[in-house]
C-alpha cells in the first residue's frame, strides 16, 4: 500500500439537520442495514456526534456508539438502546464476540494503523455477525478535490480498499455507490439530489469514481 498521511478530523456541522437523518437513512437503505443489523446489538464503530447511531437504534435491540473523541451531543442522544463511549478503536474495551453485528463509516482513513482496529474488530464479534464498513473513495472527483486536497482525507482508492479488507475478511462483498452528505441543501433540493445519486449509481461503467465503497462481511473467523 503507498505511504499514507494521517488525515485530519472533519466535522460535519449540519450533523443534526433532518437533511443529514434523510442521507444516514438513504446510504443505510442502500447497503440494507435494517435487514442486518435488526433486533440485534451493534457496535457503530467511530461514530463521532451520534446520529447514526441514532439512526441504527430505531431498528437495533442496542447499539453502541463509540469515537476516540467524548461529544457533548452523546448526552442529548443517549436513549434506553442507545449509548455512547469514549475509546480507542485499536484497543476496544468489549470481551470476544460482544456484538451481533459492527457499522464503521469513514474512519479506516483517519487511523495510522488500520489492521489494528480490524483485528479488533474480528475479535468483539460474533461468529456469524455482520461487519459493514464505509469509506470514501480517493477517485471520486468531489471528494478528491474538497476532502482530501482541501480538508486533508487520505481516502483510500477501490483497490486498497478491498486488499485491506481481504487480508481480513475474504469473503466480502463489495459494492459502490454514489452518495454526497447534504451540505445544508434545504430539504426539497436534497431528496432531489438524492434521485440523481441512485440514478448515477446505475451507471456501472462509472463504478471507479463512485464517491463511496462498502464492504459487506459475514463473519465466519
Request: aromatic fraction near 16%.
Amino acid at each position: 500500500m503507498r505511504k499514507r498521511k494521517l488525515s485530519k478530523e472533519y466535522k460535519y456541522e449540519y450533523i443534526f439537520e433532518k437533511e443529514s437523518k434523510l442521507f444516514i437513512k438513504d446510504y443505510n437503505d442502500r447497503i440494507g442495514v435494517k435487514k442486518l443489523f435488526s433486533n440485534k446489538k451493534i457496535l457503530d464503530l467511530g461514530c463521532g456526534f451520534g446520529t447514526g447511531s441514532v439512526v441504527i437504534g430505531e431498528f437495533a435491540k442496542s447499539v453502541i456508539g463509540t469515537d476516540i473523541v467524548k461529544y457533548k451531543e452523546w448526552d442529548s442522544l443517549k436513549t434506553k438502546n442507545v449509548s455512547f463511549k469514549k475509546t480507542s478503536t485499536g484497543r476496544l474495551p468489549f470481551k470476544d464476540s460482544t456484538f451481533d453485528g459492527v457499522f464503521i463509516k469513514d474512519v479506516l482513513h483517519h487511523l495510522k494503523d488500520m489492521d489494528r482496529m480490524l483485528k479488533e474488530v474480528l475479535r468483539v464479534t460474533k461468529t456469524g455477525g455482520d461487519i459493514i464498513i464505509l469509506e470514501g473513495n480517493r477517485y471520486n472527483p468531489i471528494f478528491y478535490f474538497y476532502v482530501t486536497t482541501v480538508r486533508g482525507h487520505d481516502h483510500l482508492t477501490q483497490k486498497e480498499f478491498k486488499n485491506l479488507i481481504s487480508k481480513y475478511f475474504p469473503n466480502s462483498k463489495y459494492m459502490s455507490f454514489e452518495a454526497y452528505p447534504p451540505f445544508r441543501f434545504p430539504m426539497i433540493i436534497y431528496k432531489f439530489v438524492i434521485k440523481i445519486e441512485r440514478l448515477i449509481s446505475g451507471m456501472t461503467f462509472l463504478r471507479s469514481f463512485f464517491s463511496y465503497n462498502a464492504a459487506i462481511i459475514k463473519n465466519k473467523k
